[in-house]
């Protein structure tokens, strides 16, 4: 018999006395909770496993699954995340995102997510959550997504008035306090596209396989250095163009070009990132062999950075 130390409750609050749920919205709701929980896991190296319970059912729906694990104390602490991030909005009023998300922030939740991990491993004492931790996350594009599809799923049945979360121990008795969200904060979890801001790389190199010179419509196929993949991108410098087209650049096999990049991005069902296009705005230099040549357009830039840096450390220390 297992014992189970940590448990989840989870429970759907009606607008009539009914203890029942139809059972599509219920399970196409539930498994994006446990997606998430299980992408937590995952992120913390946390070994567990869910399970669902019987028990007396109440006015409402209640819902207590029993997380068993190698260590009581971690699990408390990924489900206290999980609660914290799921409880948090994606969205303001009007629609826009909490957090306008970016390459730093993602790099900055690695390294937070990193520290908790080491910190669980070594079994450091007094381990908390940090709320710059929960403000990534919950704005992280795959947490964003699970939310978004639960409570859109949630919203579509009428009778559920609220959603609240709980954490309880071996007697079911409360762990922690309960966290809820009211039907009318449904919609600021509810993602209103799927697209993505873009994302720009201002230091990509593409190693150029076939150019297309004559028709902007087509695209340009590449092989882009993050990763080494091939890539069919749209070239808008139209500099370097019209230098490749007067043959001012020759266009040989293995030449590369180092450039601006900007990335259209979306998200998938299942809230990973799919690229769906490239666009290169400024070429800043060629390359074949040991031969390097910087474009005209890539000295403005590269001098517009340098200015800019410039005024940042003004800024800082004037």
Known sequence: MIKFDN??????????????????IKHRSEKEVLSLIRTLADMLDIKMTVYCESFAQQEGFREIWSVAGENSRLISVLLNLFMQVWTRPTLLVGGQPVVDRSVADEEKMQREIALLRTNLRKKSPG?????????????????????????????????????????????????S???EVKREQFDYYILRSD????????????EIISPVLKDARYRWKGIYNKGGETIDFYMCDEDFKKDMFD?????????CIDCVLEIQRKMSELGEVVNISYTVETVIRTRFD???????????????????????????FG
Do not use: W
């Open 127 to 175: 381990i908390t959550v940090t709320r710059e931790l929960v403000e990534l996350l919950s704005a992280s594009p795959r947490v964003c997504k699970c939310k978004s599809n639960f409570y859109e799923a949630v919203r579509g049945y009428p009778k559920v008035t609220k959603f609240t979360l709980r954490e309880l121990n071996e007697n079911n008795r409360s762990r």
């Open 7 to 24: 448990k989840l409750e989870l429970r759907y609050y009606f607008n009539d006395k009914s203890n029942y749920m139809d059972a599509m």
């Open 290 to 316: 040991k031969m390097e040549i910087i474009t005209p357009q890539g000295k403005r830039h590269l001098r517009k950075l340098e200015a800019e840096k410039k005024q940042l450390t003004l800024d800082l």
């Open 247 to 255: 043959e001012k650049i020759v266009f040989k096999s293995g030449m």
């Open 195 to 206: 697209e993505l801001p873009p994302v720009k790389d201002n230091k990509a190199t593409i």
């Open 177 to 179: 306090g309960s966290l």
